[in-house]
Nanobody, 126 residues
């Protein structure tokens, strides 16, 4: 059973960089067939696909967030990380990491992913 767990600060000040880590157990993030994905859901809004890193290390970003987003991984720790720069209150959301085997790069309901974490609330506020 694959499990994903998000971790990071729950509160970030405007203009700072948000960094979240997803720790994966029960499967390797270096496996060729999967897209390790970041998704978020702002309050009162739908899911937003942010980006993904594949088992081979290819990285894909949402065009709307590409200028502020970077995704990296540490295969020795079986973790992948999201960095979002210059945050504003509009970046307040529940952030999820997920495993995807379809390669569809865009928002989908969480239950269409193979596995997903419980989500972590991030609030951007001074």
């Amino acid at each position: 059973q694959v499990q994903l767990q998000e971790s990071g600060p729950g509160l970030v000040k405007p203009s700072q960089t948000l960094s979240l880590t997803c720790t994966v157990s029960g499967g390797s993030i270096a496996s060729d067939y999967y897209y390790w994905t970041w998704i978020r859901q702002p309050p009162g809004k739908g899911l937003e696909w942010m980006g993904a890193i594949t088992g081979s290390g290819s990285i894909y970003y949402s065009p709307s967030l590409k200028s502020r987003t970077s995704i990296s991984r540490d295969t020795s720790k079986n973790q992948f990380t999201l960095h979002l720069t210059s945050v504003t209150p509009e970046d307040t959301a529940v952030y999820y990491c997920a495993r995807d085997s379809t390669g569809v790069l865009g928002a989908r309901p969480l239950d269409e992913y193979d596995y997903w974490g419980q989500g972590t609330q991030v609030t951007v506020s001074s």
